[in-house]
Structures are given as structure tokens and as C-alpha cells.
């Protein structure tokens, strides 16, 4: 499976989990760190752990193990580190703040029409 393929997996399974103004960011021609990133907020602290555990066990289950999370502790900016892609999981008040929609509106985003959990 290419990185855009579980991009679109990652971004599925946290739709399933009601994520909040979902985007996936091409970014492999900008960093050399990863490929995509996946951002989304969560309505609170509680919604972000649980959009953050169902796409770790998801992922787990097609046996990608993440490098590293961030920020679980508080739950207010939840980075989950899987190579080729990075997921940001935002409390939706804390998003705008940093603003990372912005600092990549210059690269490509990917259409999620094809976006699955399955």
C-alpha cells in the first residue's frame, strides 16, 4: 500500500470517529520528514483520545505501529508520528491557533471522497 492509500485509511478512520474539518496535505515535494499529513480537530479533549486510539488500532490491525505520539498527556494537539504520514489531532479550539492549515496552504490537498476506514 503507498503512503497516499494510508493517508486516505487514516483520514477514513477518523471520519468514522465524527473528526472535525478533516484534511489530508500533500506535502512530499515541500519536506523530506514525511509524505502526507492528516489534520482534524476533535470537539474536545475527550473526542481527540478517542479519534487518536481508533486510528492507532486501526492502523495496528494492518500492522503499522506508530514511531511516536505527542501530546497525549493533555490531549489538546496530538501528533501520531507513522513515517510517510503524520496525523495532527486538534481540540477544535486550539486548531486556529497554530494554524497549520495555513503554514500548508501553498501544498496540494487530497480529494476525500475515497477516504475508508475499511
Known amino acids: 500500500m503507498d503512503a497516499k492509500e494510508l493517508a486516505l485509511i487514516v483520514a477514513g478512520i477518523a471520519l468514522e470517529k465524527q473528526a472535525i474539518?478533516?484534511?489530508?496535505?500533500?506535502?512530499?515535494?515541500?519536506?523530506?520528514?514525511?509524505?502526507?499529513?492528516?489534520?482534524?480537530?476533535?470537539?474536545?479533549e475527550r473526542h481527540v483520545d478517542a479519534l487518536c486510539s481508533a486510528v492507532e488500532?486501526?492502523?495496528?490491525?494492518?500492522?503499522?505501529?506508530?514511531?511516536?505520539?505527542?501530546?497525549?498527556?493533555?490531549?489538546?494537539?496530538?501528533?501520531?508520528?507513522?513515517?510517510?504520514?503524520?496525523?495532527?489531532?486538534f481540540e477544535d479550539t486550539r486548531r486556529g491557533f497554530y494554524d497549520l492549515d495555513g503554514l500548508w496552504i501553498d501544498a496540494e490537498r487530497v480529494p476525500l471522497r475515497a477516504a475508508s476506514g475499511a
Open 21 to 44: 474539518a478533516l484534511e489530508v496535505i500533500d506535502v512530499s515535494n515541500k519536506v523530506d520528514y514525511t509524505r502526507y499529513l492528516v489534520i482534524c480537530s476533535g470537539r474536545s
Open 57 to 89: 488500532q486501526g492502523m495496528r490491525e494492518r500492522g503499522i505501529r506508530p514511531l511516536g505520539i505527542e501530546g497525549r498527556q493533555a490531549n489538546q494537539w496530538v501528533l501520531v508520528d507513522f513515517d510517510d504520514i503524520i496525523l495532527h489531532v
